[in-house]
């Protein structure tokens, strides 16, 4: 926008400048009043919470010496700042109040004076001696006032050059302590600021370490209204209160802080930081380039809090997340450690998280029964409170009504009946007498050679995070599964079924305290976003989305090493062979389609032979489909067959999930397996023939998840399949396939018991040989 208009405006006025640029700012100015945010600035307490970062409008930004300076301390890290002056651009050209504090005047300063040191003794050198060979020279230490000195021009001219680049105005600052504690100087640079931010320049403000006196040691912060300047870190916390801005943005060469140094083994990035917490914190060694340290930043970072700023301290080094790290956190993302003055009433996400995968360890070790009778219980609730659980329901199901937010068949997947939890707690009795064979059984066994056995064992995957929408019924299905398999579980439901959820969370808990471990299953119900909970990785094993497609391949992007057990569409076909059977045909086209269009297994295409065309059967089908209110969309060798077609699909490759689907006409068996390969998703698909040849050939050719002959494609379900409930249907091709239940939360280890054998015992010139003999596998857990 800038770019455009600026040129737009300079050739309009002749390219007379000043004329263009007084336009310019006139015309940002009403666009903010229209589009952006509002021109004047309304400080107010510090955020909360991190989402309320994105309404901060005047924003310090502080780079500090290891951001900004090259790793051997001679010079600047060119291209780290020019993506941060690219962030800095961006936030203000969308109408927020830029300022940035910079170190780096001192190593920009170091690096021209040992330029000119080098050059002016090679040359004296080249004198006296009278050769092109010159002797090693020795540089002087440098005094950092005179770097600050030689450095500050070229800094800012560089901040200058890169700025222009977005058609974004800067102007330097420089500061002392005298600056903020002479009043009169205090309200000059007060006034000097809000000038600048008012003409929409970006500030670049910096101490003037050239006259500046060495630092005080030991000199704390002083309450609100006093703060000694002796870095970086206080000068940007004294300016952010004093210019009463909503964010001050640290930028360290950290991630953040840390509960002790960074780099011991039980460190621990700390994503919320409160008042109070420092007691429990050890300081590491501050950066070798700058003069502060993290005691500094935190302490300065506290003071900026109590004065209505709220702070985040991030890495600016990390070449991963450097190009994005201050946008991240404006968007309100889990990035560095936030300072928070409001402590949530319950425990945080990562610390659910712990409590789950301890509570989930001993739930591992419970013999099986007594697993199965922790799902049995929570049968036996769901019927006992399930005037509880539909008044919740009923009360979100108003909400979601009388919101307008949710279409119809997300309104119908919201929706709980007393039929539906009659049908829950049947299948949660199915997977209680599966648990018997699940975790500690044994798969192989194998005597490696005399008194070496071998034994392959399943056991659970660790901590699950099952993220769910709209559909409460999914909430104990899963709970019942990772009680069974031993697995921890982490619930994070969508906001329209909070009080179902709720509801059924409490009854879950109730139903494991009857063997001690409540805190086997967590819901998270903090404002935690779905993409900071996939950056867990340390925490959690597998991840299981449970709603829109959308929403699978939201996580399948966020995830960051957390493997994703699901299926991001399920575009599901039904082909009609020109042997089918009409009765059959009909009936499972109606079923498929019709039974429940808003489930992931519901048919959205149905491929018709040829052949069928203006029979019987055609019309049949197209009736069927009309009184059953269902809109049809032609595909479009389909739509040349007719005069008179329905509206022509836009994608071969869609999932409507309500009462729509896509007709097209094909060839062949052939053709049909073809098609679904090329707008399939590989997840469950049917042939309706009496070629018993044919469908054999189908089944074989189709590579999906789920393939069926004459049987409707709603039968692709864990609970019909017998698994007793599934945490979803996978698409993926390793681990688990098709409907997930019990199996697919399992996985295994080896288990070697010897008596002091070693490999070299088993070398050509060993007394020992490998027997690899299969043992039969005993029962784990007798009747």
Not at 492 to 504: F, M, P, S, V, Y
Not at 570 to 580: F, K, M, P, R
Request: charged residues 25%.
């Amino acid at each position: 926008f800038s770019t455009f208009w600026r040129k737009l405006f300079w050739v309009m006025f002749s390219r007379h400048e000043t004329e263009a640029n007084k336009l310019y700012m006139r015309v940002l100015s009403e666009l903010r009043n229209f589009h952006f945010f509002p021109v004047t600035h309304s400080p107010g307490k510090s955020a909360a919470h991190r989402s309320e970062l994105r309404q901060a409008k005047r924003i310090v930004v502080k780079l500090g010496s290891a951001v900004v300076t090259r790793g051997d301390e001679c010079g600047l890290a060119l291209g780290r700042l020019a993506s941060i002056v690219e962030q800095v651009a961006v936030l203000q050209n969308q109408g927020r109040e830029m300022m940035i504090v910079t170190s780096g005047a001192v190593a920009f300063g170091r690096q021209r004076l040992r330029h000119e040191i080098l050059l002016s003794q090679s040359v004296r050198q080249a004198l006296h001696s009278g050769q092109n060979q010159l002797k090693e020279m020795s540089l002087p230490v440098l005094e950092a006032r005179a770097c600050a000195a030689a450095g500050q021009s070229g800094l800012m001219a560089l901040y200058e050059a890169m700025f222009t680049q977005y058609s974004t105005c800067t102007a330097q600052i420089l500061v002392t302590n005298l600056d903020f504690h002479d009043e009169q100087k205090r309200r000059n640079l007060n006034s000097t600021l809000h000038e600048l931010l008012r003409m929409n320049i970006v500030p670049i403000i910096n101490t003037n370490d050239a006259v500046v006196p060495p630092p005080v040691p030991n000199s704390d912060l002083q309450g609100v209204n006093v703060i000694h300047i002796k870095d970086n870190d206080s000068l940007a916390a004294r300016l952010a209160v004093e210019m009463k801005a909503d964010l001050l943005i640290a930028l360290s060469d950290v991630e953040g802080l840390y509960d002790s140094p960074p780099g011991t083994d039980d460190a621990k990035l700390i994503d919320i930081f409160y008042p109070g917490d420092q007691q429990s914190i050890r300081y590491g060694s501050k950066s070798k380039v700058g003069i502060g340290g993290m005691e500094a930043k935190v302490k300065s970072a506290l003071w900026a809090l109590q004065g209505g700023t709220s702070v985040v301290i991030a890495n600016g080094t990390d070449p991963k997340v450097t190009g994005h790290v201050i946008t991240d956190i404006v968007e309100g993302k889990k990035v560095g450690t936030f300072f928070s003055e409001v402590k949530p009433a319950g425990p945080t996400v990562e610390q659910q998280t712990e409590m789950a995968r301890q509570a989930g360890r001993t739930l591992a070790t419970l013999h099986p029964d007594e697993r199965g009778e922790i799902i049995c219980r929570l049968a036996d609730l769901l019927t006992e409170k399930k005037d509880e659980i539909l008044s919740a329901n009923k009360r979100d199901m108003e909400t979601a009504a009388s919101s307008g937010r949710l279409s119809q068949p997300l309104l119908a997947r919201l929706s709980l009946s007393t039929s539906k939890l009659n049908s829950l707690a049947i299948g949660l009795r199915q997977i209680a007498v599966s648990s018997r064979d699940s975790v500690g059984q044994v798969l192989r066994r194998t005597r490696v050679a005399n008194n070496l056995e071998l034994e392959q064992i399943t056991v659970p995957i660790g901590v699950l995070l099952v993220i769910f929408e709209s559909r409460p019924d999914c909430l104990p299905q899963v709970s019942a599964l990772a009680i069974a398999s031993g697995n921890a579980l982490l619930l994070k439901g969508g906001k329209e079924a909070a009080n179902t959820n709720r509801i059924l969370h409490q009854l879950t808990q109730e139903a494991l305290s009857i063997h001690g471990v409540k805190d086997a299953i967590q819901l998270v119900s903090t404002r935690e976003e779905v993409e900071d909970l996939c950056r867990l990785d340390k925490m959690i094993d597998l991840i299981i989305p449970r709603g829109s497609s959308q929403l699978v391949r939201d996580i399948q992007r966020a995830a960051k090493g957390i493997p994703v057990l699901g299926h991001s569409e399920g575009i599901c076909h039904v082909y009609i062979d020109s042997e089918a059977c009409i009765e059959k045909a009909i009936d499972i086209i109606k079923d498929s389609k019709c039974d429940y269009p808003a489930a992931c297994n519901a048919m959205e295409t149905l491929l018709l032979h040829r052949d069928l065309l203006r029979t019987p059967l055609f019309d049949q089908i197209i009736d069927m489909l009309r009184v059953e209110q269902v809109k049809i969309h032609a595909g479009p060798r389909f739509a040349s067959y007719l005069t008179f077609s329905p509206s022509e699909v836009k994608s071969l490759r869609t999932e409507y999930g309500d009462l729509e689907c896509c007709i097209e006409v094909v060839d062949s068996m052939q053709d049909a397996v073809d098609h679904i390969h090329k707008y399939g998703s590989s997840h469950t698909d049917v042939i309706v023939t009496d070629n018993e040849n044919t469908a054999e050939q189908f089944m074989q050719q189709v590579d999906s998840a789920c393939v069926f002959w004459n049987a409707s494609s709603r039968f692709a379900d864990g609970y019909r399949f017998g698994l007793g409930a599934e945490v979803g249907i996978s698409t993926a091709r390793i681990h688990a396939r098709g409907p997930v239940g019990l199996e697919g939360l399992l996985t295994t280890k080896w288990i070697l018991r010897g008596e002091g054998h070693t490999v070299a015992e088993f070398s050509e010139a060993g007394s020992m040989k490998y027997l690899h003999e299969n043992i039969p596998v005993p029962q784990r857990f007798p009747s």
